[in-house]
């Protein structure tokens, strides 16, 4: 007896359809290694339908006021909470992610941040208007961009598609998102809640795989692209998007560095710090998975760190006492894998470093030791439950391996000296840092890189207007 498998759909227009040639992806669970699902793998007619659409719906979401946007983007944060229970079945089926979790670490956040975005809707903010050349009165506008083209990632696809399309629809822009291949169930349960809000058009989802999303970025009819993925995958969409000249935002990979002085509360730090480094299977571009240690403490650093590990549980969705789930997919557990087995002779694996079970694709809390600045393990993402540990002198060597890295998206200082703390975080060449903590996000404050993590802010006013243009508009007053 066989199952039969869910079928996914493009939302398109207001409606629900197949590709337009019929092709299918396989979906797969990957607590499980089962496909559990099947989803349009569109192509350039499914794009050009959804762009059409974006296009068409464009002049009236433009032209509708701040507060009717703010009120659908209301009605949108309910209707989610109203659903939870829906979505977070198909984000843990989607990524095998625990329940309890999802529905504490995720839900509540995604809500808030769209209601964040609601009334964001409400306060752009200009210079004033003023008489900047005798008899003329000179206005600064804020307006939409257009069609927003956008790309989410796997890792979290319900949360990372919020911060898509919350600030773009509440700018009054329109959109169409394509989730990640390995991914796109909770992104179509979201499509169908957002459908009985919006006007058709202003939300289309387009399911499909990396040649998907390169049709969406240089098609002729958006006006920005906006994408979290990999680097090589922004790079790819930054050289698209540069032959039409397109605006684009790009949140990319992180290799976080955490930097301990010997002040710290070792106890404290380590416990934060794991969490923060295993928290959804290490798949996350602000994860903590780099620790840099003063030598003092080092060997009592690493040793507490993991047996930290040793203690940290990952399993299946449904147990309440895991902190992550799988890896998303086989082919980031071979990833994972491969930069374990190809450790230079000086390393030494503290825990973990092995798979555990051969059901799904899980992966055992992982600490490495005795590592080089030069290491590959220290330079490349793993993306994987995997913290990596080296040793510094003093606080000059602390920050030329902390930025000795090409990713520049977060950090953290664990110190007592506050002067110390504010001479790092002005030092740091990071978009962000935390301070005896690691990893927490609000809404109203940004998150965005520089160097290769990408360019561009998500979540916070800042997020807000890059999903807008600016005009300059001058008047006579003779």
Known sequence: MTTELRRLRNYINGEFRDAADGRTIEVVNPATGEVYATSPLSGQADVDAAMEAAAAAFPAWRDSTPSERQKVLLKIADAFEERAEELIAAEVENTGKPVALTASEEIPPMVDQIRFFAGAARLLEGRSAGEYMEGMTSIVRREPVGVCAQVAPWNYPM?????KFAPALAAGNTVVLKPSDTTPASTVLMAEIIGQIVPKGVFNVVCGDRETGKAMVEHPTPAMASITGSVRAGMQVAESAAKDVKRVHLELGGKAPV?????????????????????????????????????????????ALAKAAAETKTGQPDDEDVLYGPLNNANQLKQVTGFIERLPAHAKVEAGGHRVGDKGYFYAPTVVSGLNQDDEIVQNEVFGPVI???????????????????????????????????????????????????IPLVAEMP????????????????????????KHVMTSLG
């Open 159 to 163: 949360m990372m598609a919020v911060w």
């Open 259 to 303: 930097v301990v002085f010997e002040d710290t509360d070792i106890e404290k730090a380590v416990g934060d710090i794991s969490v923060a480094g295993f928290f959804n299977a290490g798949q996350d571009c602000t994860a903590a998975t780099r620790v840099l240690v003063h030598e003092s403490i080092h060997d009592e650093f690493v040793a």
């Open 388 to 438: 990596t540990v080296q040793s510094f002198s003093d606080e000059a060597q602390a920050l030329e391996f902390a930025n000795g890295v090409e990713y520049a998206l977060a950090s953290s200082v664990w110190t007592k000296d506050h002067a110390r703390a504010m001479r790092m975080s002005k030092s740091l060449d990071f978009g962000c840092v935390w301070i005896n903590t690691h």
């Open 447 to 470: 998150h965005g890189g520089y160097k290769k993590s990408g360019y561009g802010k998500d979540l916070s006013a800042y997020g807000f207007e890059d999903y807008t243009r600016i």
